[in-house]
């Protein structure tokens, strides 16, 4: 079945470290996107791309990096400079080509990290 | 900036009808959103409404009107299935990629 597939579901990581959240889709869709959801704030976008090779900063992009080598690919790396990062972590994809219905998003299981 | 505003938590009895309300202020919209999260798992799409009126999936329906900016989630015929938390969402009127979400509404269905 299609779908998008985020790795590792929990994650624990040391303060000073880097760590990268995977994300995989074979939905065929263009568009993908990351969000960070924080308890009693709505999801908040860090980045997104519409194309391979292109990637565009969201509301709050800083002591985050992506890359889009692959269509079916976006991983996200939380980098030491990010303050807090403690947050669950969803991956999103969404048609641009006008198949869906509405352009919805369609969104990963989630990764849970927790810096110690 | 960009306001979405949702209640933070209801509590309905199974079978009822619960409304759930979205109130938005943004700077443009190009449709507004319902999906349902269940706790630790991904967000699913339930409905979609660009046009003012009622629009109607099985027990779901959403509701929109665009010049008072408010938006419901109406549910029917209550099931405990449903205890889930409901994330109102409006698109960018200009950039498809952007969509501003409310904080979202915890339902809590008792039996």
């Known amino acids: 079945d299609g779908g998008i597939t985020q790795s590792p579901k929990y994650l624990f990581r040391k303060e000073g470290q880097n760590v990268t959240l995977s994300c995989e889709q074979n939905l065929n869709h263009d568009a993908m996107y990351w969000y960070r959801q924080d308890p009693g704030q709505g999801l908040r976008l860090i980045y997104y791309s519409q194309i391979v090779n292109d990637f565009q900063k969201g509301d709050i992009a800083e002591g985050y990096s992506v890359s889009r080598e692959k269509k079916e690919s976006f991983p996200l790396t939380v980098t030491s400079a990010q303050k807090n990062p403690t947050a669950f972590y969803l991956c999103?994809?969404?048609?641009?080509?006008?198949?869906?219905?509405?352009?919805?998003?369609?969104f990963g299981e989630g990764s849970r990290l927790t810096v110690l | 900036g960009q306001n979405i505003d949702q209640p933070t938590e209801m509590t309905a009895t199974e079978g009822a009808i619960v409304q759930i309300n979205c109130t938005y202020q943004t700077s443009g919209f190009n449709g507004l959103f319902w999906y349902q999260q269940h706790a630790g798992e991904a967000p699913t799409f339930l409905s979609y409404?660009?046009?003012?009126g009622l629009e109607e999936k099985g027990r779901f329906s959403s509701f929109l009107s665009r010049s008072k900016g408010y938006s419901y989630l109406l549910l029917k015929e209550l099931q405990m299935k449903d205890s889930a938390s409901y994330l109102c969402a409006v698109r960018d009127e200009y950039n498809f990629n952007k969509f501003y979400f409310g904080s979202g509404t915890k339902l809590n269905v008792k039996p």
């Open positions: 999103a994809s969404r048609s641009t080509s006008g198949t869906g219905v509405a352009g919805e998003l369609f």
């Open positions: 409404n660009v046009l003012d």
